[in-house]
């Protein structure tokens, strides 16, 4: 601490033609190196033209180290407050025979006062050539204190995405939002009090819309097992979504602590199983099921069981190229144990409180014979109004989408937490508004199987999510290895399953308070 090291020899080497190989193509590749020391990760320092300011890019291509430290005039002591680098490629020269202890170098030599400054004559990497590789390190007293070191860190930005740009296309959701809500309240309204007013006979006989399917609306769907466990999941990732945002909004979970919002996401997680048993066994419950365990055992291993399966080959695929990047065996172990020894217990208790509480009522009675649905509309096809409705969601996130795909595989600081909490409100409003008024549409035209196309109205949005993300993959990032390419499109299908289960859940829940609502507002004899 504090010795500058000018013209330091770590190493000289002869590279053999798969060494020069490989060493073009991470050169062509880009590859950087990733270092951290006192917690604070290496950066090089850009100038921004347009500003006049400077930004920091992680990682590093070259040798010149400079450590900004902060003295404290109390203590006399020094903390350091940041790792830049300044990279050079120059063909070193020497005389003599060389030694490694002893050599001096003719294109740098700190005792002439000759340093590295540019790199007008580089290194070509070339097969039978000798390479010498060196560093330097300088120290410099800076006036940033050690607690506000971060700030520099976190003023990083991508040209490509302008704050105004985001703003607009957050206000155009809430518009849309609020259009929708004023006319499914003032459209209900009206409906409600048509049907309340109808006296005579005649009247009622002549009446259509939603209410001909009150005898129908809560019939226990098709697979509905299975759509009980995608609930109870849905809201187990929507509980760890709000408290981890929470967390992090509040200052919990910053970007200095290395692996803090995914050790915090994991643990949020498994706790909350308890409210994932709890919402499928009362759902299942109001559909007379009768085998509690049965659709616990479904909710504590399906997800979970599925995205461990793709976890686990994607490292085994990192394995097999002997990357450091392979999630270690003793971490692997450490989370089937929270799985088996937490989640799974919690998921157990959470349903065998929900099916002890008393069925959820419907507000109507459900007629013995189904009644037949009559002939729909070409624009009311499922499939059409499924696709159709998970466009608005995906609009609320997609800008936000790419800060989040930046970060995680570009290797940048994500850090704007409190906008990604508003992005998620708006999010949770905009499923439910756009999947509730495609829901009213659909029992309008006396279709009353609402339950699973509730759910996949606005779950659909993953399906753009996923295709954003391969147009993200082909526009933004040069991958060219099938390895990578597959570990990308493994997580991110992934992802987009849990964004499916998010979404399809909300918009699931609001429709459910929809219909009780609506059907518990009329008069119906």
């Not at 013209?7 to 062509?28: N, V």
């Not at 172990?333 to 799974?344: D, H, K, N």
């Not at 013995?368 to 159709?388: G, S």
Request: contains cysteine; glycine residues 8%.
């Amino acid at each position: 601490m504090g010795e500058p090291k000018m013209c330091q020899i770590i190493c000289k080497t002869k590279i053999d033609d798969k060494q020069t190989k490989e060493l073009k193509e991470k050169i062509e590749d880009e590859y950087r190196v990733n270092m951290i020391l006192d917690n604070l990760p290496l950066v090089v320092s850009i100038a921004r033209q347009d500003r006049g300011a400077t930004v920091y890019q992680a990682g590093c291509q070259g040798p010149i180290c400079w450590l900004k430290y902060h003295k404290d005039e109390t203590t006399d002591l020094s903390r350091i407050v940041g790792f830049e680098v300044k990279p050079f490629s120059i063909n070193h020269q020497f005389e003599g025979p060389w030694n490694d202890k002893t050599t001096r170098l003719i294109t740098c030599d700190p005792h002439a006062s000759k340093l590295v400054v540019n790199s007008d004559t580089p290194q070509e990497v070339e097969a039978g050539k000798e390479i010498i590789f060196t560093y330097d390190v300088g120290f410099e007293e800076s006036d940033v204190k050690w607690a506000s070191r971060w700030d520099t860190y976190l003023l990083m930005t991508d040209d490509q995405i302008h704050w105004f740009s985001i703003v607009n296309s957050l206000m155009i959701v809430l518009f849309l939002s609020g259009m929708v809500a004023m006319i499914m309240l003032r459209t209900l309204y009206r409906d409600i009090s048509r049907y309340n007013q109808l006296e005579t006979e005649e009247e009622a006989q002549e009446e259509t819309g939603w209410k001909l399917v009150h005898g129908d609306v809560f019939r226990p769907p098709a697979n509905s097992d299975l759509l009980c466990v995608c609930v109870g999941t849905g809201v187990q990732f929507f509980g760890m979504l709000l408290v981890t945002m929470i967390f992090a909004v509040l200052g919990f979970l910053s970007p200095s602590n290395r692996g803090g919002l995914m050790t915090a996401m994991l643990l949020t997680w498994v706790l909350m199983g308890l409210f994932a048993g709890y919402a499928s066994s009362r759902l299942y419950k109001m559909f007379k099921g009768s085998e509690w365990k049965s659709i616990t055992l479904r909710t504590a291993f399906l997800f979970p069981g599925i995205a461990f399966g793709i976890f686990f080959i994607l490292n085994a695929l990192i394995w097999g190229e002997k990357s450091s990047g392979a999630v270690p065996f003793t971490t692997m172990f450490a989370l089937v144990l929270l799985w088996f020894g937490i989640s799974v217990p919690l998921v157990f208790v959470g349903s065998y409180l929900g099916f002890k509480q008393p069925a959820i009522e419907a507000p109507v009675k459900t007629n013995k014979i189904p009644r037949q649905v009559p002939e729909q509309a070409w624009y009311m096809n499922p499939a059409f109004t499924i696709l159709i409705g998970g466009i608005l969601p995906f609009g609320a996130v997609f800008i936000e989408l790419f800060f989040i795909l930046t970060s995680i595989w570009l290797h940048q600081f994500y850090y704007i937490f409190g906008f990604l909490f508003l992005v998620f409100i708006i999010l949770i409003i905009t499923c439910a508004e756009i999947t509730i008024v495609l829901c009213y549409f659909q029992l309008c035209s006396e279709d009353y199987m609402w339950w699973w196309r509730s759910y996949l109205t606005s779950g659909s949005s993953a399906i753009y999510l996923f295709l954003y993300a391969g147009f993200y993959f082909f526009t933004k990032l040069q991958i060219t290895k099938v390895v990578s390419g597959i570990l990308y499109f493994g997580y991110m299908l992934l992802a987009s399953f849990a964004f499916c289960v998010l979404t399809g859940t909300i918009g699931f829940c609001a429709c459910f308070w929809f219909t009780r609502l609506i059907y518990s507002s009329v008069k119906i004899d």
